[in-house]
């Protein structure tokens, strides 16, 4: 059913507190919900677990990760099938119609005021939020996190990296991750398995880039999280290793305090 009937619950889940960390954690597609009115996107619950309708594995890293480095977590709680929150309003694929070969039914045929009734109830929102959360530190270090995860193969060609590190216009921490990572052993992309983009991603652009504060975008591959012991070593793993990035990040570069103003961050 591509028609809103009724409001949308509370699009945003909050996770853990702000115990001084300099990291605020943000994860766009760590939910599953549809709204009740859109029958399930007229897809089955099998087609909608499938990495098309959400991250697999990084709500349970997200949270873990925000106990382990004491700070707030900031999950969307509706499926990136329903709306993806990291495409700017209006992008072409914020609403797909297919994914992965999946046909959406529910997406088919919107009107713009559909649309528009999304982004208000989902996109919105939880932008507010962060941008909430990141007004409330004004003053102090912060570093924005992104949390996403990424499907094992796309179109049957094989993803050899277990995590990537995804950067744009500032590359400093995301390349001092990918050292530290490469460290332990591990087959980092650099970019990959995506390029974070101005306009094929919104988050980073809109929280990190346009505010001028340290950023990255972290993907872990889907296999390595799937079950909830992955999910903990991969949380051990960054808890330990973005504060030493942090603290090496602080030793090379200027650490600019959070203004609220918005402004272009040129590296």
């Known amino acids: ?51 098309i309708g959400w991250d697999i594995g990084i709500d349970g890293v997200g949270r873990a990760l925000s106990r382990k480095l004491h700070c707030v977590l900031i999950e969307q709680v509706y499926s990136r099938l329903v709306i993806d929150c990291n495409r700017a309003p209006g992008h072409p694929t914020s609403i797909v119609t297919v994914s992965d070969g999946t046909r959406v039914p529910a997406n088919q045929d919107l009107t713009a005021a559909q649309r528009v009734a999304r982004e208000n109830a989902i996109l919105h929102p939880y932008h507010d939020r962060i941008t909430q959360e990141l007004d409330a530190r004004v003053g102090r270090p ?46 980092v992309g650099d970019n990959q398995p995506y390029a974070l983009t101005e306009t094929s991603d919104y988050t980073i652009p809109k929280h990190g880039e346009q505010r ?45 305090h959070h203004t609220a103003q918005m402004q272009d961050a040129t590296v």
């Open 212 to 256: 001028g504060l340290p950023h990255v975008e972290i993907e872990i591959r889907q296999d390595l999280i799937t079950q909830p012991e992955g999910q903990e070593e991969w949380a051990e793993r960054l808890a330990r290793l973005l504060p030493k990035a942090w603290a090496l990040f602080c030793a090379q570069y200027p650490v600019p």
């Open 1 to 51: 059913m591509a028609a809103l009937e009724t409001d949308f619950p509370p699009c945003v889940a909050v996770f853990g507190t702000d115990g001084g960390s300099p990291f605020v954690l943000v994860s766009d597609h760590a939910g599953q919900a549809v709204p009740p009115e859109m029958d399930g996107l007229g897809l089955s619950a099998a087609e909608r677990a499938r990495h």
């Open 142 to 187: 912060t570093v924005v996190v992104a949390l996403h995860s990424f499907t094992p193969s796309m179109k049957a060609v094989a993803r050899p990296w277990q995590v990537g590190l995804l950067h744009n216009r500032d590359p400093r921490l995301a390349h001092i991750m990918i050292d530290l990572l490469a460290q332990e052993g591990l087959t």
